[in-house]
């Protein structure tokens, strides 16, 4: 009986989520064997409401409900449940949020309500256990013990600082348990040659003194697309990935954890081809070379807190090394005419330090008025090298050239270094209404050595040296009123700021690239309802920029390159709401929806127009990249069959509203969804489940742009992930 009520609600709310119009996503509970004993009243309540969610998006702990500001928090359960393997897949279930990214993990960038720029200088940085990835190159690895993952919208420069003009992803990994040993071992395998293997250990090694946890795992799978000319697939997968971590806690006051990551990855080539071609023959393209994308990072971090009773102490020491190696026929086409290798390494060392009010330990400063407080400063490095080489065939450069030809384009080395200085303060009237002012000043200082050759020498070498730096003061003003536990109606207005840089490689004259602003204003309301079973939050936005960055291709003279240019001004406004609801014990509906108007200002110019020579005029175009809305919604239900095994069943879709690939609106990805399913049962320690991603085996070229002179479009793009399913089996203790 319980498992036919169980086919007729999950099949109903398949139906609901597939039309759903909105709702948010939020992790229910992993599912568990049902226990034998008494259930009362006060339990019963309990197991209804809504988990209780833990954000750090303003650098302290505080209930989701309480924060005033927009962050959708995936935890680790829903990772765990909905098999959510990247930031990218997670992102699904946070409105106005869109990843353009390639088949080459290294190329993920995210875009938040519009934002978002090139990798060397992103408008959205992941944060990984308090890290900032100050390359993008290096913030989208495989998910391995991470305990939530929160995407924070609108700017965040008055704590974060640089680079987080568009908001902020926080990733958390999961802590060593000082309690006592747990640990599982999982292994999901698909079409497409898919196979995987993770298992993690966690426990005390001196009990409530000293933990270990490790965890490690290696994945695979063949290409999605076909290179007609061989029939071989193209764009492959495979990584091994790990993370050790120790917790020390040497005095009840203090804790010491250390985090060692790291990856490598041997994935296939771009599966890149001219837009109207991949569109009328999917998953297929011709090549007469069969590249390849390699990339090997380590991730070292040190974290020392101290909770007094009075102050907090918090100290953050982050190091990130990556190398990156692709090799790709960079005409993408049958002819043997250009091939591109290219290798890109970075080394990034961050500092943070931060001393808070601890959390009861608020100063009175009348009767009515009490302040909390928090201050820090922050430094980094950053050395990035680039050298890439294009071979271009005889005859292929020019009709006068009869032999072949190698471009060095770039050999680049940029050298970053920064600091910066925040505080923030809580002012809160009476219980309810607070006040917060927060500033932050930055200075960096950018150096440049950048050259371009050939072999032979057919022109002479270009050689700049450069340096530049830059200063910035961003301020926050919040006024935030908690009506009751659980809601809250604030009102924020946010400075952002981005740093200005050099480009390892552009068009002549745009080497370099001044730093951008916004204004960002929100509104925004969290409610909790039905004794805490639905939670409903909504929020309106309005950004204001200067001197937007974008993300151009570099055109004719070096195919396949990007580089940074400001395009003028910008606006972008829009709204979006996410709701979760425990309507019975064991079932969960949740969702979101967000809309994004994102146009450039009058007089807004973007990159050089090949056609004309001159700048490009962009006014009244839409951003690209920015979908004009994102729906997702979902459902997850468990039963149990017996006292020792559960059934359970989820199913997600998302989708997202049309968008332009380039700023001059020349070409566009229409509308499409994506829905996602997952059936399977548990005992105790032993799991067994089906899964599907992609169900309907929707076509979509989620990523293009511009390729005059080699594409018959004019552009070129790759189309997105294919229908994948398989069985996932594991084992925990």
Known sequence: MVCHIFRIVVACSVVGTLVAPAAWAQGAPQPSPGGTGQVTQEDGALRLRLPTITVTAQKESENIQDAPVSVTAVTGDTLQNAGVRSVSEAAQFAPNTFFNEFTARKLSNPRFRGVGSSPNNPSVTTYIDGVPQL???SSSIELIDVDQIEFVRGPQS?????NTLGGLINVTSRRPSLAGWSGGISGPFGNFGASEMRGNLSGPLVPDTLALGVAAGYSRRDGFTTNDTTGNNLDSRSAAFGKVQLLWTPAAAWTVRGILSGEGAQDGDYALYDLAALRANRYHTTRSIEGFTRRGLVAPTFIVTRAGQRLNLETTTGIVWWKTRDKTDLDYTALPMMTRDNNEKDLQFTQEVRVASAPNASIALTDRMALRWQAGAFVFTQNYTQNAVNSFAPFVMSPFINFPVDQTSPSSTLDDKGIGVYGQGTFTFGSRLDGIVGVRADYESKDANLNTSFSPAIAAPTVVNASRSFTDVSPRFTLAYHAMPGRTIYATAVRGFKAGGFNAASPAGSEGYNQEHSWNYEAGVKTSWLAERLSLNGAFFYIDWKDLQVNLPTGPAAPGQFYISNAGGATSKGVEGELSVRPLEGLDLFGGVG?????????STSGIDFTTGGPKDVSGNTLSNTPDYTLNAGVQHSCSLTSALMLYGRADV??????????????SQEAYSIANFRLGVRARQVF???????????????????????AASGFIGESGAARTFGVRAGLTF
């Open 654 to 667: 998302v989708r997202y509203g049309a968008y332009q690939y380039d700023d001059a609106n020349t070409a």
């Open 595 to 603: 809309y994004t108007k994102a146009r450039f200002d009058s007089g």
């Open 158 to 162: 008055a704590l974060f600082g640089r």
């Open 688 to 710: 067994v489940e089906g899964w599907m991603r992609n169900a309907f085996d929707t076509f979509y070229v989620p990523t293009a742009f511009a390729y005059p002179g080699l």
């Open 135 to 137: 390359n993008a190159n």
